[in-house]
Antibody
Framework: EVQLVESGGGLVQPGRSLRLSCAAS????????MHWVRQAPGKGLEWVSG????????GYADSVKGRFTISRDNAKNSLYLQMNSLRAEDTALYYC?????WGQGTLVTVSS | DIQMTQSPSSLSASVGDRVTITCQAS??????LNWYQQKPGKAPKLLIY???NLETGVPSRFSGSGSGTDFTFTISSLQPEDIATYYC???????????FGQGTKLEIK
């Protein structure tokens, strides 16, 4: 069974940094591209970033380009999102996703 | 960038009704479209992949159709447990990623 477990969320001040992690199990991690998707409170879904199986292709939403960095460690079956220069509008539940399989999310709140 | 226009944004229907949601892409996306169901406090659940394929374990009252720019999601006979928000999702090769529709909130009359 595919399992994706996000961690690392929390309350952070504007301008600070946070690193999210996603622990994957139940599938061959290095066979798949992985993505981060977020959902602001009461709002819709927004793709944040994706990374190919070998980290050779990476994409970002315009809203986070230059501030967020996605990475993965295939030896550890883990996906990461380094979030710098955080803004209030980055407040959201952040999901880790492999195709149609999603984790339960980790909440990031950016507030002073 | 590809834009996805989903309608309606909300919908009220009775148990047993046929419900239809549409999604229009700003350019040809072939069949690279999924449909998700999201219940309050839960992660989105994949229902339909590649525009018309039913995910394993999903009831057959759910279906999808379309290709190119116009797509339709249908619930043939609405059940109380179908109350949720539904999203279409276009997917593309990296670095382009995903684009979601705005969502349709479905309520029971």
């Amino acid at each position: 069974e595919v399992q994706l477990v996000e961690s690392g969320g929390g309350l952070v001040q504007p301008g600070r940094s946070l690193r999210l992690s996603c622990a994957a199990s139940g599938f061959t991690f290095d066979d798949y591209a992985m993505h981060w998707v977020r959902q602001a409170p009461g709002k819709g879904l927004e793709w944040v970033s994706g990374i190919s199986w070998n980290s050779g292709s990476i994409g970002y939403a315009d809203s986070v380009k230059g501030r967020f960095t996605i990475s993965r460690d295939n030896a550890k079956n883990s996906l990461y999102l380094q979030m710098n220069s955080l803004r209030a509008e980055d407040t959201a539940l952040y999901y880790c996703a492999k195709g149609g399989n999603w984790g339960q999310g980790t909440l990031v709140t950016v507030s002073s | 960038d590809i834009q996805m226009t989903q309608s309606p944004s909300s919908l009220s229907a009775s148990v047993g009704d046929r419900v239809t949601i549409t999604c229009q892409a700003s350019q040809d996306i072939s069949n690279y479209l999924n449909w998700y169901q999201q219940k309050p406090g839960k992660a989105p659940k994949l229902l339909i992949y590649d525009a018309s394929n039913l995910e394993t374990g999903v009831p057959s009252r759910f279906s999808g159709s379309g290709s190119g720019t116009d797509f339709t999601f249908t619930i043939s006979s609405l059940q109380p447990e179908d109350i949720a928000t539904y999203y279409c999702q276009q997917y593309d090769n990296l670095p382009r990623g995903y684009t979601f529709g705005q969502g349709t909130k479905l309520e029971i009359k």
